[in-house]
């Protein structure tokens, strides 16, 4: 059985009044099903936009400003998705943020703070707690004696403060507005930045440190957990070139986790998903407000391609929290961005330089500005369904509360490119169409693809986020989910993305891959009675079986190959064949066998269910494609031990057949971009 009581048992606890005062903020719950189902309320924004009923006093101060049909039709707006006039009038782009609080500073008489005298000094909280002042919009100051609060309006906060200040002018001598950017500008910069940059790199290490690949003292390589990773490849090196009988005894073990691999992926991919009840739609106004992260490092070429895919989701921008990262030195990808022109619900904010450079420290450096009850992460190249977010929250509303993550599937777009962008599509088709929905309707833990995840903003917390140091920071999180006692699952939507089309390419990323599933089986198992407690039986044999069977068996093809042909050989010869070879040929021919064949199955019922199983005659490379997954997992094993962090970078926007598709839907793009933008003219 899984035990939620991991954190209290692992976790570094601190403490203090800042903590206290901002868990005074409401609770999360569940999302309730039925037909009268209301969206979460949360710890994030959500409690915001509880309706604050009466005129919209918010936009008093423009009334001089905006003609009364605009703000009427702003009126209106907020009603409709249940936020304030300001947010709806902001997230059109009628009105620029700092432009509307100058307008509401003369008429509240509240000053606004720029952050331009105020130092990392004047906040009385420690760095531990300082990310929660990005996650609230609310920072305490110490100025001139004094405790005054910058408050930056989100929901319907514009509209309290306002009354609050007619009621109680006496406030305006505590309470200072800011906009988000000024304040995140602030948390970003200088030592408040070093801090933040501190918690993204380590504060998975400090509060569970036996659940973190980041190095510690014992080892450069992550611990005892890596370096014994290390010597179990060793050994079985040593164990290949030992005498014919210890060899022959090393061997079979490895045929037989080879063929528990395989069993455990037909098993699930002849399980059938469990069906989706049909969701009603939830309507605007009781949406919770849902944050979409994509970490980009030199993804000019992609990122026009990429918030156009994020323009289109079904969502209303006024509960659509969007969060961009990019590393310091990556200016011409912020230089795209800033071409794309004003997004007021677009943040784009650098990843600080402490700790490793990797997607899931990027990813942590956002989550203390999510702003969302959900958050939804995304590559540069992905095209994810318009209608993604809200299948998302329908699959959460399914499942229940103990659900912190759904998994979408992902669609390989450019499978026309070369032979490797097909195996990649038939492989992808197979992973997360069938083999992913099978094994999570065995109730066990999901090794999560790196896009298209959806969370639970507050259990994604609560587990400490991704971990830095960890290459493969999705199936890593999938199993710490699981240690935790909560599930993931998988829905019916889909991603559309990019795979290599040149072996350099798909080396690289392949091999980075395998490298870091390397890295999560040795955390996870640093301690393997405590996983089997926390995770339960069915978690501890999926991890082996999955994510070890993975590697393994992307290790031991070469040797077990190696071994029959050099059986065969000897027996063509004439002779009697080599002696340990001989004796157990047939079950190293079984597992060759059954895995290709296991393979090409699921690959065509995947194809099959995309309805692409024209395609499925590239599954017939299938064993030159297991060679070169052997070749990414040596170079894996030998990347583990001497750069084990390294993260190497897959690149997107090279795909002819991705450009030409893009061509083809850009007159529509247009159209609705320009249609969205007429709303409030």
Same mark, same amino acid.
Not at 317 to 343: C, F, H, N, Q
């Given at each position: 059985?899984?035990?939620?009581?991991?954190?209290?048992?692992?976790?570094?606890?601190?403490?203090?009044?800042?903590?206290?005062?901002?868990?005074?903020?409401?609770?999360?719950?569940?999302?309730?099903?039925?037909?009268?189902?209301?969206?979460?309320?949360?710890?994030?924004?959500?409690?915001?936009?509880?309706?604050?009923?009466?005129?919209?006093?918010?936009?008093?101060?423009?009334?001089?400003?905006?003609?009364?049909?605009?703000?009427?039709?702003?009126?209106?707006?907020?009603?409709?998705?249940?936020?304030?006039?300001?947010?709806?009038?902001?997230?059109?782009?009628?009105?620029?943020?700092?432009?509307?609080?100058?307008?509401?500073?003369?008429?509240?008489?509240?000053?606004?703070?720029?952050?331009?005298?105020?130092?990392?000094?004047?906040?009385?909280?420690?760095?531990?707690?300082?990310?929660?002042?990005?996650?609230?919009?609310?920072?305490?100051?110490?100025?001139?004696?004094?405790?005054?609060?910058?408050?930056?309006?989100?929901?319907?906060?514009?509209?309290?403060?306002?009354?609050?200040?007619?009621?109680?002018?006496?406030?305006?001598?505590?309470?200072?507005?800011?906009?988000?950017?000024?304040?995140?500008?602030?948390?970003?910069?200088?030592?408040?930045?070093?801090?933040?940059?501190?918690?993204?790199?380590?504060?998975?290490?400090?509060?569970?440190?036996?659940?973190?690949?980041?190095?510690?003292?014992?080892?450069?390589?992550?611990?005892?957990?890596?370096?014994?990773?290390?010597?179990?490849?060793?050994?079985?090196?040593?164990?290949?070139?030992?005498?014919?009988?210890?060899?022959?005894?090393?061997?079979?073990?490895?045929?037989?986790?080879?063929?528990?691999?395989?069993?455990?992926?037909?098993?699930?991919?002849?399980?059938?998903?469990?069906?989706?009840?049909?969701?009603?739609?939830?309507?605007?106004?009781?949406?919770?407000?849902?944050?979409?992260?994509?970490?980009?490092?030199?993804?000019?070429?992609?990122?026009?391609?990429?918030?156009?895919?994020?323009?289109?989701?079904?969502?209303?921008?006024?509960?659509?929290?969007?969060?961009?990262?990019?590393?310091?030195?990556?200016?011409?990808?912020?230089?795209?961005?800033?071409?794309?022109?004003?997004?007021?619900?677009?943040?784009?904010?650098?990843?600080?330089?402490?700790?490793?450079?990797?997607?899931?420290?990027?990813?942590?450096?956002?989550?203390?500005?999510?702003?969302?009850?959900?958050?939804?992460?995304?590559?540069?190249?992905?095209?994810?369904?318009?209608?993604?977010?809200?299948?998302?929250?329908?699959?959460?509303?399914?499942?229940?509360?103990?659900?912190?993550?759904?998994?979408?599937?992902?669609?390989?777009?450019?499978?026309?490119?070369?032979?490797?962008?097909?195996?990649?599509?038939?492989?992808?088709?197979?992973?997360?169409?069938?083999?992913?929905?099978?094994?999570?309707?065995?109730?066990?833990?999901?090794?999560?693809?790196?896009?298209?995840?959806?969370?639970?903003?507050?259990?994604?917390?609560?587990?400490?986020?991704?971990?830095?140091?960890?290459?493969?920071?999705?199936?890593?999180?999938?199993?710490?989910?699981?240690?935790?006692?909560?599930?993931?699952?998988?829905?019916?939507?889909?991603?559309?993305?990019?795979?290599?089309?040149?072996?350099?390419?798909?080396?690289?990323?392949?091999?980075?891959?395998?490298?870091?599933?390397?890295?999560?089986?040795?955390?996870?198992?640093?301690?393997?009675?405590?996983? +089997?407690?926390? #995770? %339960?039986?069915?978690?501890?044999?999926? @991890?082996? $079986?999955? =994510?070890? !069977?993975? /590697?393994? *068996?992307?290790?031991?093809?070469?040797?077990?190959?190696?071994?029959?042909?050099?059986?065969?050989?000897?027996?063509?010869?004439?002779?009697?064949? +080599?002696?340990? #070879? %001989?004796?157990?040929?047939?079950?190293? @021919?079984? $597992?060759? =066998?059954? !895995?290709? /064949?296991? *393979?090409?199955?699921?690959?065509?019922?995947?194809?099959?269910?995309?309805?692409?199983?024209?395609?499925?005659?590239?599954?017939?490379?299938?064993?030159?494609?297991?060679?070169?997954?052997?070749?990414?997992?040596?170079?894996?094993?030998?990347?583990?031990?001497?750069?084990?962090?390294?993260?190497?970078?897959?690149?997107?926007?090279?795909?002819?057949?991705?450009?030409?598709?893009?061509?083809?839907?850009?007159?529509?793009?247009?159209?609705?971009?320009?249609?969205?933008?007429?709303?409030?003219?």
């Amino acid at each position: 059985m899984a035990r939620r009581n991991l954190a209290a048992r692992d976790r570094v606890e601190d403490g203090g009044p800042a903590a206290a005062l901002f868990r005074a903020a409401p609770a999360g719950s569940p999302l309730p099903s039925g037909d009268d189902a209301r969206a979460p309320q949360s710890s994030n924004d959500n409690w915001l936009y509880d309706p604050e009923p009466g005129p919209p006093d918010e936009l008093d101060c423009l009334r001089l400003v905006f003609a009364p049909a605009l703000l009427n039709e702003a009126e209106a707006r907020g009603r409709e998705v249940g936020t304030g006039a300001d947010q709806a009038l902001i997230r059109s782009g009628v009105i620029d943020e700092n432009a509307y609080l100058q307008a509401l500073s003369v008429h509240t008489g509240l000053a606004v703070e720029t952050f331009a005298e105020i130092s990392r000094a004047d906040c009385p909280l420690s760095d531990r707690h300082l990310p929660h002042t990005a996650e609230y919009g609310l920072l305490p100051l110490r100025r001139h004696g004094q405790l005054v609060w910058a408050i930056a309006p989100r929901g319907f906060a514009a509209r309290r403060l306002c009354r609050l200040v007619a009621a109680y002018p006496s406030l305006c001598d505590r309470v200072r507005l800011t906009s988000m950017r000024d304040l995140n500008q602030f948390l970003l910069r200088q030592e408040a930045g070093d801090a933040l940059g501190r918690s993204a790199a380590h504060a998975l290490g400090r509060r569970f440190p036996t659940l973190s690949a980041a190095p510690v003292a014992d080892g450069v390589f992550g611990g005892r957990a890596m370096r014994r990773f290390a010597l179990t490849g060793a050994f079985a090196i040593m164990m290949t070139l030992a005498p014919a009988s210890a060899m022959g005894v090393w061997n079979s073990v490895l045929a037989v986790w080879f063929l528990a691999f395989i069993g455990l992926r037909l098993a699930a991919s002849l399980t059938p998903a469990r069906p989706e009840a049909w969701q009603p739609r939830i309507p605007d106004h009781r949406l919770p407000v849902y944050t979409v992260i994509a970490a980009l490092y030199r993804e000019a070429a992609s990122v026009a391609a990429l918030m156009q895919a994020i323009g289109a989701l079904d969502y209303p921008r006024e509960k659509l929290d969007v969060i961009i990262v990019t590393e310091l030195d990556d200016l011409e990808t912020r230089a795209a961005l800033s071409k794309l022109g004003p997004m007021p619900h677009v943040q784009v904010m650098p990843a600080p330089a402490q700790g490793p450079r990797t997607k899931p420290k990027a990813l942590n450096c956002a989550l203390p500005f999510a702003r969302g009850s959900f958050i939804a992460v995304f590559d540069a190249e992905d095209r994810p369904d318009p209608g993604q977010l809200r299948a998302a929250l329908g699959a959460f509303r399914a499942h229940g509360a103990d659900v912190a993550c759904v998994q979408a599937s992902l669609c390989v777009e450019n499978q026309s490119d070369s032979w490797l962008s097909r195996m990649f599509a038939a492989e992808y088709a197979g992973q997360f169409d069938v083999f992913l929905p099978g094994l999570a309707a065995f109730g066990v833990p999901l090794p999560l693809g790196g896009s298209s995840n959806h969370f639970r903003t507050a259990l994604l917390r609560e587990v400490g986020g991704w971990d830095a140091y960890n290459v493969t920071e999705d199936a890593d999180l999938g199993f710490r989910l699981a240690r935790f006692g909560y599930r993931s699952t998988t829905f019916a939507s889909t991603t559309f993305e990019e795979a290599p089309a040149r072996f350099g390419g798909w080396l690289r990323q392949r091999s980075r891959w395998m490298k870091g599933w390397m890295q999560t089986w040795s955390v996870h198992m640093r301690r393997p009675w405590r996983l +089997w407690r926390d #995770a %339960g039986a069915k978690g501890f044999f999926t @991890l082996n $079986a999955v =994510v070890g !069977g993975n /590697v393994l *068996t992307a290790l031991a093809f070469p040797i077990l190959a190696a071994d029959m042909t050099v059986d065969l050989l000897g027996r063509a010869g004439g002779g009697t064949g +080599w002696v340990a #070879a %001989g004796r157990v040929a047939p079950l190293y @021919l079984t $597992a060759i =066998v059954a !895995g290709f /064949v296991s *393979t090409i199955a699921i690959g065509l019922m995947g194809l099959a269910r995309r309805g692409q199983l024209r395609q499925g005659w590239i599954l017939a490379l299938t064993p030159l494609y297991w060679g070169c997954l052997s070749i990414a997992a040596w170079r894996a094993l030998y990347q583990l031990l001497t750069e084990p962090y390294r993260w190497e970078k897959t690149e997107h926007g090279l795909s002819r057949q991705i450009r030409s598709n893009a061509r083809s839907r850009t007159p529509a793009s247009r159209a609705m971009a320009l249609q969205r933008r007429r709303r409030y003219r």
